[in-house]
């Protein structure tokens, strides 16, 4: 969006501001409305990430360290687990709610504010690819692998998400205006489904690697 050049068939879609800054204002203001709206979802993220999880994660690991029994290990994991499904599933259901709001009442709010209800498509596709969740969910499982040491998966995730995201983003400014913001949004949905796999199969051989890696 911000460095693809103009063709005779395709208009740029940024301008430059100082040197190689640049900012493109058809898309730059859908997005930070986008980004606003993730704010609940960030502050669930907050509460069930960093401390909820948190806590079952040192138990967990207390435990190994400290000789525990193996099934009280199982059990641990389990409520480590479910800590991080729950979390998951408020963080998507906040998100849920607010994004239901914003595509009832996104033209208005556009209006109100000042912008060009015309941005309203890009809004919402924004919006779908960013507030509902998707992108908080991505950074949640992150989250969530390098508190496992899992820094290679970590790094995997972020080029499926950079690479996809390049070539959805370049595609759909080719395709034209009706396809803006599609890119991003594919771009967090496809690396969080990855992500929630590859986690999934992480935790089950948590106890495993564990031991095996010492």
Known sequence: ??????????????????GTLRASPIYDLPIFLAYLSIIPGMAVFLVRMETDFVEEYDRFYTA????ASLNEIYLLKDNMIQTAQGGLYDIFKIQGITVACLLLWGEQILTFIGIDPNYKTLLF?????VGVGVQVIFLSILN???YLDKRFTVLVLAAIFLVVNV???YLSVALGPQFYGYGFAFATIISSVVGLFWLSKQFEDLEYETFMLQ
Not at 3 to 17: G, L, M, V
Not at 64 to 67: F, H, S, V
Not at 125 to 129: M, N, P
Request: hydrophobic residues 50%; aromatic residues 12%.
């Open 144 to 146: 969530i692998l390098f």
């Open 1 to 18: 969006m911000f460095f693809i050049p103009q063709r005779s068939t395709r208009p740029s879609t940024s301008i430059e501001i100082i």
């Open 125 to 129: 596709i924004d919006v779908v690819g």
């Open 167 to 169: 070539v959805f983003t």
């Open 64 to 67: 190994i360290r400290e000789g």
